[in-house]
């Protein structure tokens, strides 16, 4: 693949400028500030998006706000190409809008797949290259110093190589991946671990089916209730239609006798004298009335009294509200404990405390390079030597490029501990919270006089039921209460209404009272005769009670029948109706706390089955990526040393030509010169620097066969001659591969023009 140009339509200080490129080497020459970096960034940024590679959601590095433009909103750019067809990219970098177009034939290739194979942002780097871009930063794109290796950091070049011939990506550490599988699988543990993420859940499965036993024959009462509830309801049917036979029965035989006794009295009636029958009638009548529904009102009145001495519990709404706060106080605990906090400081501590580590060897770096300068000034100084003074731009130039590496480590550790602070608050909070629950559960126990949450949840649940029946038997009073009330209001409006007839006819007769109304017709009347028409006229108003007579009529043969005891039957069968209906509505809150646990119950195995799959695959993953690293190591490595012993012998003029790297990735390099191995960490680090470089190219060379090689100012510690070595090796490599070298010194220049070789050079001072 070749870049032919690059479009900076609005990146970082640019605008609307553009670098047309050649298919050999490119030497692109900047001083600092010149927008060289820039426009080395750039070329990752219109390729991958300033995207990390994520599937789930968009995530951005801080390149892509680094290089927001300083000028206007517009943030954008192109890239033409060559892979054998030519290619056009432009992207919009606020928005992420993406045009990848083929020129050769025409076809829009904005949304094919392979643009999001590594990352939910569009990379067109992933279609050209088939890598993500981790692994397009660590081998034919080389930032700034990202070649160099010193001797303090020997063991992390040893870790690059194990994890290239492991892995295929010199940043992926497989151990630390292995050691967070192990730690996974140590968090998830077993059914027996009790404080494990499995052992926890189980926990809690236990105690859940330990409650659904507890109401497992709750349906067969709730079945048996019913049933029983149906029978006494068909025995209530009968007994309320033996009830109407027996009144119609009794309604006949009053009849039968009222009619005997008007006849009677008609008999009895030939022989008086001629008065007002009707009115003396009517005094007996009415004075009987006046007394019954007196007496009747008293008997009412004492019985209203025994019904308002039964107490009403008030307090059951308290139980029930507390018997559902236990409920919602347990929920809220399982939310709670199912948040870990503290899993995530840990892992933020030893985020911060790398960070830090880094952080101070910049700063070790940098004062170094400070003493450096105090020191070549001094010499200088001393020994009179100024031209001396011109070997302060190397660590001046070091101490600079550090700088910015130290404010970004700087401002990692700032958000890594405004993140624990925040843990650290939520922490508090979910403490916090658990405590008040417990102060509420103290609370009910003291209260309910229990020592733990199963026995105050039985408590309440047996007291509401106990309290449940005796309010309903309170109701079932109040509403006769409310009954006797009325009756006893409907009977005085009766009694006034009488009394006011009775004052009517003494009014009429012009007596005083009844007595003296009564002897006024005692006198026209013969006394046998009257005595029994009044007998028989008493014992039809009893009889009748206000009835009207024809309405007791009803043609029937009248039989000696008991109606009291079918009364008695009838009482008792709707007293335990009552009791058998409470009994099912107690038992239907109980048959929807057990479908409620059992819901629970299905939940929580869904998420112990999500634990045990989550082990598995766990499991799986570990032992691949064991598998992986030795098929990786087997197939790999041999070629990868092959090509660093081709490579390093280039660019070191055959002083060095042959390397082995052992099992635990110890790496030797064979010096010609005497004829031996040595030790890599007891080499210079101008040579380390070339044995990386030669790695770097070997995995480019193994795994991407067409990519141009970019390089950003990565010879600053290369003497001349080690530069010379490798513009030579480039060159050859050039026949093959786009070479693209960023530099901020002539150097490079100076060298390939002595060397006569052919290239590209575009000054960035002139863009």
Not at 11 to 34: A, C, M, Q, R
Not at 223 to 238: P, R, T, V, Y
């Amino acid at each position: 693949m070749k870049i032919k140009e690059i479009g900076l339509v609005h990146f970082g200080k640019f605008h609307n400028k553009s670098l047309e490129l050649k298919p050999n080497i490119n030497l692109v020459f900047g001083t600092n500030e010149s927008g060289k970096s820039t426009t080395f960034s750039f070329l990752s940024g219109i390729l991958y998006g300033f995207a990390r590679d994520s599937k789930k959601r968009r995530l951005y590095d801080n390149d892509k706000e680094k290089y927001k433009p300083w000028i206007g909103e517009d943030y954008r750019g192109y890239l033409e190409l060559s892979n054998r067809d030519d290619y056009r990219i432009e992207r919009d970098f606020n928005s992420d809008d993406l045009k990848f177009i083929n020129l050769t034939n025409g076809k829009d290739l904005s949304n094919i797949r392979e643009l999001n194979k590594y990352s939910r942002v569009k990379q067109p780097g992933a279609y050209l290259f088939n890598i993500n871009k981790d692994i397009f930063l660590n081998t034919f794109f080389v930032a700034q110093l990202e070649t160099r290796v010193d001797e303090s950091t020997y063991d992390s070049f040893r870790s690059k190589v194990s994890n290239i011939t492991k892995n295929k990506s010199e940043n992926i550490n497989t151990q630390k991946a292995i050691t967070i599988l192990e730690n996974s699988l140590k968090e998830l543990g077993k059914k027996t671990w009790t404080k494990s993420q499995i052992g926890i859940e189980q926990n809690k499965i236990d105690e859940i089916n330990e409650k659904i036993y507890s109401l497992e024959g709750v349906f067969l009462d709730y079945s048996n209730a019913l049933e029983e509830l149906s029978k006494i309801n068909k025995d209530i049917d009968i007994l309320n239609i033996n009830k109407e036979n027996f009144k119609l029965n009794e309604e006949q035989k009053i009849y039968n006798e009222v009619i005997k006794k008007k006849k009677e009295n008609e008999r009895l009636e030939d022989g008086l004298n001629n008065i007002n029958k009707d009115d003396y009638e009517n005094i007996i009548k009415t004075e009987e009335e006046i007394n019954n529904l007196e007496e009747e009102i008293k008997v009412l009145n004492n019985k209203l009294i025994n019904i308002n001495n039964l107490n009403y519990y008030e307090n059951i709404y308290i139980l029930e509200e507390d018997y559902e706060k236990i409920h919602e106080i347990n929920e809220e605990l399982r939310i709670l404990d199912s948040i870990n906090y503290s899993k995530e400081m840990e892992f933020l501590l030893v985020d911060i405390k790398e960070s830090k580590n880094k952080s101070n060897k910049v700063i070790s770096i940098m004062a170094t390079a400070i003493l450096s300068c105090v020191v070549i000034v001094f010499l200088s100084f001393y020994f009179k030597f100024y031209l001396l003074n011109f070997l302060l731009i190397i660590p001046l130039v070091y101490f600079l490029l550090k700088i910015n590496t130290y404010k970004v480590s700087r401002e990692l550790i700032e958000r890594l501990e405004n993140r624990m602070n925040s843990l650290k608050q939520k922490s508090f909070e979910k403490t916090s919270e658990k405590k008040k629950m417990d102060l509420v559960l103290e609370d009910l126990f003291l209260k309910y006089n229990v020592e733990d949450k199963l026995e105050l949840e039985k408590y309440l649940r047996e007291e509401t039921k106990v309290q449940t029946l005796n309010n309903y038997k309170v109701d079932l009073n109040k509403k006769e209460s409310s009954e006797i009330k009325d009756r006893i209001n409907e009977i005085t409006v009766i009694r006034d209404d009488l009394r006011f007839k009775l004052s009517e006819l003494l009014e009429e007769y012009n007596v005083s009272d009844v007595e003296e109304l009564k002897e006024y017709f005692v006198e026209n009347i013969s006394n046998s005769k009257k005595e029994k028409i009044k007998s028989n006229n008493n014992y039809i108003k009893m009889l009748l009670k206000k009835r009207d007579l024809e309405s007791l009529n009803h043609n029937i043969e009248v039989l000696d029948l008991d109606s009291s005891k079918n009364k008695e039957t009838l009482h008792e069968k709707e007293l335990e109706k009552a009791k058998i209906e409470e009994k099912i509505n107690i038992l239907e809150k109980d048959i929807k706390l057990l479908e409620e646990l059992k819901e629970l119950l299905i939940y929580k195995n869904k998420n112990l089955d999500k634990l045990i799959i989550k082990k598995e695959n766990t499991n799986k993953a570990l032992n691949s990526i064991l598998k992986l690293q030795s098929k990786n190591r087997d197939n790999i490595l041999p070629t990868l040393v092959s090509n660093m012993n081709e490579i390093i012998s280039k660019i070191t003029n055959d002083k060095y030509n042959s390397l082995i790297i052992d099992d635990e990735f110890n790496i030797k390099v064979k010096d010609n010169n005497i004829n031996s191995y040595v030790e890599l960490s007891s080499l210079s680090s101008g040579t380390i620097d070339q044995v990386y470089l030669a790695f770097r190219m070997s995995v480019l060379n193994t795994f991407i066969k067409d990519a141009p090689i970019v390089l950003d100012d990565h010879f600053l510690q290369y003497d001349d001659l080690r530069l010379k070595s490798t513009l030579k090796y480039l060159n050859d490599l050039s026949k093959e591969k786009q070479i693209i070298i960023f530099s901020a010194t002539f150097r490079e220049k100076n060298i390939l023009d002595d060397l006569n070789i052919n290239y590209n050079f575009i000054d960035m001072r002139c863009i």
